[in-house]
């Protein structure tokens, strides 16, 4: 009955309405997902040029491309945008506002308004951070330390200070949201069981953020009321103590870390079943290890504290901790492992990423033991040790995951499939260049290099022009999907509905989805990952 | 041969060594763990990649597995848990008869007061083979005291004393870095630690000709400031006799018990109010803002100097005059 015309001209979440109203205005939580992508990686960027201007001047001992205040600020705002306007909301905000809905079988999440809410929260504490950064910046480092930040910068901590603790609304609405719609909303027959450990780990992030944000920005608001108003609440000479903004700064931020890899564990989860076509490997012990990471993340934050004079015993129970975090992580790491193990593996570009993942997360993981170790900590602490550890599960875990998720579920979301040869070949140099970059780090780091030096001794040269040269091609890296998702998007082979064959219910609805998700409320009957279910994907990935 | 492309730091200090034997038994782990995760995975993909004809073989899990994999991991990380507990139990609990060395931070210089006299600016001489405890604090910010070749790093904050103690092995000069981010001249806030055989040290000491020990420095500030009117020096005044306090326990008025160590006697002077010994009143002024932070040192280190010497120790930094304790205390 309906005519090819009408075939092609199919209504789905993307045409269903034009203009910019409809997105503005809209409360569909596929179309918040992208108003999220775009402003994410328009700081993704921003944060990016403030990494090139650091690598530049890291290039030579000497203090010489940018002057000292100016350095400063570059890798200050460099983790700050990084950190909390693109890493705490890049997958969650996108990828599980996008996906939630749809891999528990419901029309949108719970709360669609406070959704869109969210995204003008972003956008309204994004502004807020612009206009700091373009009326002179700020210059604390991301941490915020005090007295310094409090009493002794220059530079408009305030904005900065309130526009963090603006954003962190809009990421307390979003992991309310989640828990919620998880709770409430799943399709009949979806018990708890058979969730995707995609939502597991999401519902673990998103208790992190509900419980934990509200710390830093109570935190934060101290920090501005004590610069605005002279509280005295940090001054250690009107009985306050600066070690106390510490261990409240790291109460929050420490669990933000599990905020940034829990969604990245959660993509991985996906991928590679999929691409082993084999049911996750022990699921009950990958969906409870998100758990507990979430649970015991909130208890080991002094580990960023041993040699800020806290006491010896608290120390020891706080290294102990951090050791017993390191369990679950390490559980999800071989479970992937053995999900591989007699399965049907292919390279595609998601499982590239995902392959990457497990690696760098390893690296990250592992050197972590090296700082929960107290007397190793005494001596790495605070040297690029430290930055080699975090961007190794940062970058290297975290964007790692958010790249394959991207492509993972671009054809559900653009409808069009990105080029195989091309998407490969950018995973290839990603991964490269994050070693480059990083791993020469580890070693000036236990030669004894300070982090946030604006010049340094001659004799940590060498490791930090490899550095500068690995920067260089994970940019190369980073900007290939760039060009070739966009390209993708006019040029494109149009997208089946499930090219992987993947088993999760948001394939089993068009590409790009209706406004509604689905015709109707599909009533699940199968359990998570039965890929013995599924045929092979026809080979749209494999050419040969 | 590796001048330019250096790859293990110099280790001069009893921490340095224990510190990377730690470090290598970590690095072993983690590079054998790496190896081996990256060659199963290598593996796994070689050898069951996709091919026409063959299925995946569904695997539900495995109880025992999943209980291994957990459990020796923990095994091995109790391990270091213990080596690394060990090494910073001993890097915070200074030798009783170590030298003691001053430090005051600021932006950006690192400012230290030896006990018989000498100062410096950015430049630490400490002689070979002697356990050496630093007693830093700080006048505005969090700074760090990190010498990368004793592999030993405190925050130095203001308020408070923080203390670090290093016992070199190798006579050399070595990198002194602030490690925590203090403005704009951070990376500006370095200096040098110079490590000297005995004599060459006694020398430098002779040289560097101190105008007196910092306890007389402290004596002299004692007098000048009025102090002694109230603290006697043998019978009771309007505030307590300060003979024989340092190091023991006070009674306060409240009922508390506290040890009169450098934080006490500082808050003592800045805020005297807040904890007062037990039969006395509090009617001392406040001191904030009237000393600074290296003449609180030479109060402490001559309050430091009324105690009684260990027996059968003779006294090395020269108790000043008349306040020298009877041969006989004990």
């Known amino acids: ?544 | 041969m590796f001048d330019n492309l250096p790859l293990w730091p110099t280790a001069a200090s009893s921490h340095a060594r224990y510190e990377d034997w730690l470090f290598i038994f970590l690095t072993v782990v983690s590079v054998v763990m790496t190896v081996l995760i990256f060659a199963v995975i290598a593996v796994f993909a070689m050898k069951y990649r996709r091919r026409h004809g063959r299925e995946a073989t569904q695997i539900e899990g495995s109880l025992l597995l999943e209980i291994g994999w957990s459990i020796a991991p923990l095994g091995i990380m109790m391990l270091m848990f213990a080596g690394g507990a060990v090494l910073y139990f001993i890097m915070r609990s200074p030798p009783r008869d170590s030298a003691q060395v001053y430090v005051v931070a600021k932006q950006w210089m690192w400012k230290l007061q030896h006990m018989e006299g000498p100062r410096e600016i950015n430049q630490l001489h400490v002689p070979v083979d002697r356990d050496v405890e630093l007693i830093m604090t700080s006048q505005d910010v969090i700074h760090s005291f990190y010498v990368p070749a004793f592999r030993v790093k405190q925050d130095v904050l203001p308020g408070r004393y923080t203390t670090l103690w290093f016992r070199a092995t190798k006579p050399g000069t070595y990198h002194l870095f602030c490690a925590q981010f203090c403005g704009t001249m951070h990376s500006g806030m370095i200096g040098e630690v110079t490590v000297m055989e005995s004599k060459d040290y006694q020398a430098w000491m002779t040289s560097a000709a101190p105008s007196g020990s910092l306890a007389q420095t402290g004596m002299t500030l004692f007098q000048q400031l009025g102090c002694n009117t109230c603290h006697l020096n043998d019978v009771q005044g309007r505030g307590p006799v300060l003979k024989g306090v340092y190091g023991n326990p006070v009674q306060l008025g409240d009922g508390r018990t506290v040890t009169a160590d450098e934080n006490y006697i500082r808050e003592s002077i800045l805020v005297p109010a807040a904890k007062v010994v037990s039969g006395f009143r509090p009617i001392m002024p406040s001191w904030q803002g009237q000393v600074n932070e290296e003449q609180l040192n030479e109060l402490i280190a001559y309050i430091k100097s009324l105690n009684p010497p260990p027996t059968g120790e003779a006294v090395t930094a020269g108790a000043p005059g008349g306040t020298t304790p009877p041969p006989s205390a004990k």
Request: with cysteine; glycine share 8%; proline share 6%.
């Open chain 1, 1 to 544: 009955m309906a005519t090819a015309a009408v075939t092609t001209e199919k209504k789905n979440y993307l045409n269903a309405e034009y203009g910019i109203r409809s997105w503005l205005l809209t409360t569909d939580h596929k179309r918040i997902a992208l108003l999220y992508l775009l402003s994410i990686t328009l700081f993704f960027f921003i944060g990016g040029f403030f990494a090139l201007l650091i690598r530049l001047e890291l290039l030579t001992p000497a203090g010489d491309l940018l002057t000292a205040d100016m350095y400063n600020k570059a890798f200050t705002m460099h983790g700050q945008i990084m950190v909390f306007f693109f890493l705490i909301p890049s997958i969650p905000a996108v990828l599980g506002n996008f996906l939630i809905p749809m891999m528990i079988g419901a029309k949108d999440l719970a709360f669609p308004r406070i959704n869109l809410l969210s995204w003008y929260i972003y956008v309204a504490a994004g502004v807020l951070y612009i206009y700091c950064l373009a009326t002179g910046g700020v210059d604390t480092g991301w941490t915020f330390y005090t007295p310094y930040s409090s009493m002794f910068s220059n530079t408009h901590v305030v904005e900065a200070g309130l526009a963090i603790f603006i954003v962190g609304f809009s990421s307390i609405l979003t992991g309310l949201n989640f828990v919620v719609t998880v709770h409430r909303m799943r399709a009949p027959g979806l018990t708890w069981s058979r969730l995707p450990l995609f939502v597991w780990s999401h519902y673990a992030t998103s208790i992190i953020m509900l419980l934990g944000t509200p710390v830093i920005a109570i935190t934060l608001v101290l920090v501005v009321l004590e610069r605005t108003l002279n509280l005295g609440i940090f001054d250690p000479a009107r009985g306050g103590d600066p070690v106390l903004f510490q261990h409240l700064f790291w109460f929050y931020s420490h669990p933000a870390v599990y905020i940034m890899i829990l969604p990245s564990m959660a993509v991985m989860s996906e991928i590679i079943p999929c691409f082993s076509r084999k049911r996750v490997f022990g699921y009950t012990f990958v969906a409870m290890s998100s758990i507990a990471i979430a649970a015991i993340g909130f208890i080991v934050w002094a580990h960023h504290m041993f040699v800020a004079g806290i006491s010896l015993y608290s120390a020891l129970v706080f290294s102990f901790l951090s050791f017993l975090v390191a369990v679950p992580s390490a559980i999800k790491v071989f479970n992937w492992t053995a999900t591989m193990y007699k399965g049907s593996v292919s390279f595609s570009t998601p499982m590239l990423y995902a392959m990457g993942f497990i690696g760098l997360f390893t690296i990250g993981g592992l050197t972590g033991l090296f700082l929960a170790t107290l007397g190793v900590d005494v001596h790495v602490h605070d040297t690029y040790f430290v930055i080699a550890h975090f961007h190794y599960v940062m970058v290297g875990g975290a964007v790692m995951g958010y790249l394959g998720g991207m492509h993972f579920w671009w054809p559900k979301i653009s409808g069009r499939m990105y080029p195989e040869g091309w998407g490969r070949l950018a995973a290839v140099v990603v991964f490269i260049g994050f070693n480059l970059t990083f791993f020469p780090q580890f070693i000036v780091g236990y030669l004894g290099m300070p982090r946030r030096y604006w010049q340094y001794p001659p004799e940590y040269q060498v490791y930090n022009v490899l550095s500068t040269a690995g920067a260089s091609i994970l940019a190369v890296g980073y900007l290939l999907p760039m060009v070739y998702l966009l390209w993708s998007l006019r040029y494109g082979k149009i997208a089946p509905d499930n090219p992987w064959q993947a088993t999760g219910l948001e394939w089993r609805t068009a590409s790009p989805p209706p406004t509604f998700n689905f015709e109707e409320t599909p009533e699940v009957t199968w359990e998570a990952y039965e890929y013995d279910k599924m045929p092979l994907p026809e080979e749209v990935t494999l050419e040969r």
